[in-house]
């Protein structure tokens, strides 16, 4: 996900947006040490401060880790 929002800590000590719109954008391979993505739609985003990989499998969905990008 590309989200609008910076991280900021909740108040049960996890990474979360504290505001605006996630994009979600495109799945990544897990094998790839290098990849490139379109972002569809990217010229109506507004600024994108931080993103998000997480595994979209259920039950679990499981975030790898989001980065700032500002």
Do not use: C, H
């Not at 991280?7 to 979600?24: C, I, P, Q, R």
């Not at 790839?32 to 993505?37: A, L, N, V």
């Not at 979209?56 to 500002?70: Q, R």
């Amino acid at each position: 996900y590309l989200n609008e929002g910076k991280l900021v800590k909740n108040g049960d000590g996890a990474w979360a947006t504290d505001s605006g719109t996630n994009y979600e954008i495109a799945p990544v391979q897990a094998s790839g040490s290098s990849q490139e993505i379109q972002i569809p739609g990217s010229q109506y985003m507004t600024e994108i401060r931080s993103v998000t990989i997480l595994d979209y499998t259920s039950p679990d969905f499981m975030n790898f880790g989001s980065a700032p990008l500002t």
